[in-house]
């Protein structure tokens, strides 16, 4: 079992910058891969970003160039630096690990962008 916490969230100008944290209960170090999803009001839960344990990362094409993902294996932490944020990027941000076949979630965090 894998628990997973975000954090990060809040209300920001449009233009402006966010970092979100997503820490989990145990080591991260063995996870096939962790990612960062959202959720906009009205929609489906769609990918943001996706890292693996090793390999090639993968963004979706609407956050290319403003957002990236990383991840620190030694504090079992993946991050979502969010820069140029744009309106439409207001969602709740899911945190994801995926260990062999399991899939986790965290509870979510608000991305709030005012215009």
């Known amino acids: 079992q894998v628990q997973l916490v975000e954090s990060g969230g809040g209300l920001v100008q449009a233009g402006g910058s966010l970092r979100l944290s997503c820490a989990a209960s145990?080591?991260?170090?063995?996870?096939?891969?962790m990612g960062w999803y959202r959720q906009a009001p009205g929609k489906e839960r769609e990918m943001v970003a996706t890292i693996p344990s090793w390999g090639i990362v993968n963004y979706a094409d609407s956050v290319k160039g403003r957002f990236t993902i990383s991840r620190d294996n030694n504090k079992n932490t993946v991050y979502l630096q969010m820069g140029s944020l744009k309106v439409e990027d207001t969602a709740v941000y899911y945190c994801?690990?995926?260990?062999?076949?399991?899939?986790?979630w965290g509870q979510g965090t608000q991305v709030t962008v005012s215009s």
């Open positions: 994801n690990a995926r260990v062999a076949i399991q899939h986790y």
């Open positions: 145990r080591s991260i170090f063995s996870f096939n891969d």
